[in-house]
């Protein structure tokens, strides 16, 4: 039977001949798509949907086909400190990628600790409208860890969770308190693990290699405390944790252990912490600084290990753009943080050519994983849902240059590295938004 495409066919988009892989529905075969009304109306056996002469076309043969990618850890810098991204700026680079959902951490100025700063970004969004841009809102006011931001204003007011970002909640019985009265809002709590007192001035991981270059490091320990702490908080309000940033062996063997014990907590791996380890800055290479910083090759083996078996939930960029001058300093002054919208699909995608994922579990860690982290409904190519996609080319070598990148920012260590697989098409709403090819491999967004 053929299905033929008729009513609206002006706005209509057919995905042909690629091969869809969309974990949510266990898919992973050659399927073709219809796009219509901003949403998905047919997946069916190629050669079932039948194209009328007005409606757009895209051949997907030889490319993969997947629910448009999550991000759930950005810095879109907007407002206050619009120099280093805009949420304009921050978008395009974001569909670059192949993301359509990403969600941009409050560590703004102001703070986005209430509903002002949410509606503010979300108008922005919309105004660029070029991917869903979801924020997360403050957990404690001006994220001091001093008292509780007004979290049901935040989630009424589109907040798709909390988090103070780069401050951890050190106080245990506020971040007792955020759970519970979170879990009222129906908002997951997305923390960063760092016992200050441990770790306070730190620029690199702890190790023989912090001590010969006579630089303060951060011991595992400061963030495997806090994460043990949090399971516990979790266990005892049966509330869910998720835990940004994962860096550690040790970590990921704790949260094993906590959801063997069926404790509700999910954690993501950065791209760079899943393929850098600390010798990255042996020579004080500040585009290399970040935090979490780049670890062991043990905490790296451990990593990957966690990522494969699901331990570790998903991958999330922590896309944190800064101003080249922030980062030409002393390495003890440097900004922390690395771009991650253009970087990471490759990033990955490298861990399949080296067999450490799946291609399944690869594209799952990147869409459908990352959903489910923060309860979206995202990452999905099922019927009715809305249609976001990204269309891979896993064989388009390229090195990456200064002039692809689409964020304000170029604080990346990855800058001449070759790399393999690119988002060909990133689909928003069922219209392109991006895309990435031609002879010179020029990169370009649509609207």
Same mark, same amino acid.
């Given at each position: 039977?053929? !299905?033929?495409?008729?009513? $609206?066919?002006?706005?209509?988009?057919?995905?042909?001949?690629?091969?869809?892989?969309?974990?949510?529905?266990?898919?992973?075969?050659?399927?073709?798509?219809?796009?219509?009304?901003?949403?998905?109306?047919?997946?069916?056996?190629?050669?079932?949907?039948?194209?009328?002469?007005?409606?757009?076309?895209?051949?997907?043969?030889?490319?993969?086909?997947?629910?448009?990618?999550?991000?759930?850890?950005?810095?879109?810098?907007?407002?206050?400190?619009?120099?280093?991204?805009?949420?304009?700026?921050?978008?395009?680079?974001?569909?670059?990628?192949?993301?359509?959902?990403?969600?941009?951490?409050?560590?703004?100025?102001?703070?986005?600790?209430?509903?002002?700063?949410?509606? !503010?970004?979300?108008?922005?969004?919309?105004?660029?409208?070029?991917?869903?841009?979801?924020?997360?809102?403050?957990?404690?006011?001006?994220?001091?860890?001093?008292?509780?931001?007004?979290?049901?204003?935040?989630?009424?007011?589109?907040?798709?969770?909390?988090?103070?970002?780069? $401050?951890?909640?050190?106080?245990?019985?506020?971040?007792?308190?955020?759970?519970?009265?979170?879990?009222?809002?129906?908002?997951?709590?997305?923390?960063?693990?760092?016992?200050?007192?441990?770790?306070?001035?730190?620029?690199?991981?702890?190790?023989?290699?912090?001590?010969?270059?006579?630089?303060?490091?951060?011991?595992?320990?400061?963030? /495997?405390?806090?994460?043990?702490?949090?399971?516990?908080?979790?266990?005892?309000?049966?509330?869910?944790?998720?835990?940004? $940033?994962?860096?550690?062996?040790?970590?990921?063997?704790?949260?094993?252990?906590?959801?063997?014990?069926?404790?509700?907590?999910?954690?993501?791996?950065?791209? $760079?912490?899943?393929?850098?380890?600390?010798?990255?800055?042996?020579?004080?290479?500040?585009?290399?600084?970040?935090?979490?910083?780049?670890?062991?090759?043990?905490?790296?083996?451990?990593?990957?290990?966690?990522?494969?078996?699901?331990?570790?939930?998903?991958?999330?960029?922590?896309?944190?753009?800064?101003?080249?001058?922030?980062?030409?300093?002393?390495?003890?002054?440097?900004?922390?943080?690395?771009?991650?919208?253009?970087?990471?699909?490759?990033?990955?995608?490298?861990?399949?050519?080296?067999?450490?994922?799946?291609?399944?579990?690869?594209?799952?860690?990147?869409?459908?994983?990352?959903?489910?982290?923060?309860?979206?409904?995202?990452?999905?190519?099922?019927?009715?849902?809305?249609?976001?996609?990204?269309?891979? /080319?896993?064989?388009?070598? !390229?090195?990456?240059?200064?002039?692809?990148?689409?964020?304000?920012?170029?604080?990346?260590?990855?800058?001449?590295?070759?790399?393999?697989?690119?988002?060909?098409?990133?689909?928003?709403?069922?219209?392109?938004?991006?895309?990435?090819?031609?002879?010179?491999?020029?990169?370009?967004?649509?609207?």
């Amino acid at each position: 039977m053929h !299905y033929s495409i008729t009513e $609206h066919s002006e706005d209509a988009l057919l995905i042909r001949g690629g091969r869809v892989i969309d974990p949510s529905q266990g898919i992973s075969q050659e399927m073709d798509i219809l796009c219509q009304g901003g949403r998905i109306k047919a997946l069916e056996l190629p050669g079932v949907l039948v194209a009328e002469t007005d409606a757009e076309v895209v051949d997907a043969s030889g490319l993969i086909v997947t629910p448009g990618l999550v991000d759930i850890h950005t810095h879109l810098r907007e407002p206050g400190f619009e120099w280093k991204e805009t949420i304009l700026t921050g978008s395009r680079a974001a569909v670059a990628g192949g993301f359509t959902a990403i969600c941009c951490m409050p560590n703004t100025k102001p703070v986005n600790d209430n509903a002002q700063v949410t509606k !503010y970004i979300l108008e922005k969004a919309a105004e660029a409208g070029l991917c869903d841009v979801l924020p997360i809102g403050a957990i404690s006011v001006g994220q001091k860890g001093e008292g509780l931001a007004p979290l049901m204003e935040l989630a009424e007011a589109g907040c798709i969770a909390f988090s103070d970002d780069g $401050h951890p909640v050190a106080n245990p019985a506020l971040m007792r308190a955020a759970l519970e009265y979170g879990s009222m809002t129906g908002r997951v709590l997305t923390v960063h693990e760092e016992e200050k007192s441990l770790s306070d001035g730190f620029s690199m991981n702890e190790s023989p290699l912090s001590i010969a270059m006579g630089l303060r490091g951060m011991p595992g320990a400061a963030e /495997d405390i806090m994460i043990s702490r949090d399971i516990e908080l979790s266990r005892l309000t049966g509330q869910r944790v998720h835990f940004c $940033h994962v860096s550690t062996a040790r970590a990921v063997t704790l949260i094993r252990r906590a959801k063997e014990d069926g404790i509700p907590v999910t954690a993501e791996a950065t791209p $760079h912490n899943l393929t850098l380890t600390e010798e990255q800055v042996r020579n004080y290479n500040t585009l290399a600084k970040m935090s979490m910083p780049l670890r062991s090759q043990v905490d790296l083996d451990a990593l990957r290990e966690g990522l494969a078996t699901g331990v570790i939930d998903c991958v999330a960029s922590d896309h944190a753009p800064h101003e080249m001058d922030s980062k030409r300093v002393e390495f003890s002054r440097a900004s922390f943080g690395i771009l991650g919208f253009q970087t990471t699909l490759p990033l990955v995608l490298k861990l399949v050519d080296q067999g450490v994922l799946t291609l399944e579990r690869a594209i799952e860690a990147m869409t459908s994983a990352p959903s489910r982290c923060f309860g979206m409904n995202s990452g999905t190519l099922k019927k009715g849902s809305h249609a976001n996609l990204t269309i891979i /080319d896993l064989e388009k070598e !390229y090195s990456l240059e200064t002039d692809m990148i689409l964020s304000k920012s170029r604080n990346t260590p990855f800058l001449g590295n070759k790399f393999k697989g690119v988002a060909a098409y990133t689909i928003f709403n069922g219209k392109i938004v991006s895309v990435n090819g031609g002879e010179n491999f020029a990169l370009s967004w649509l609207r």
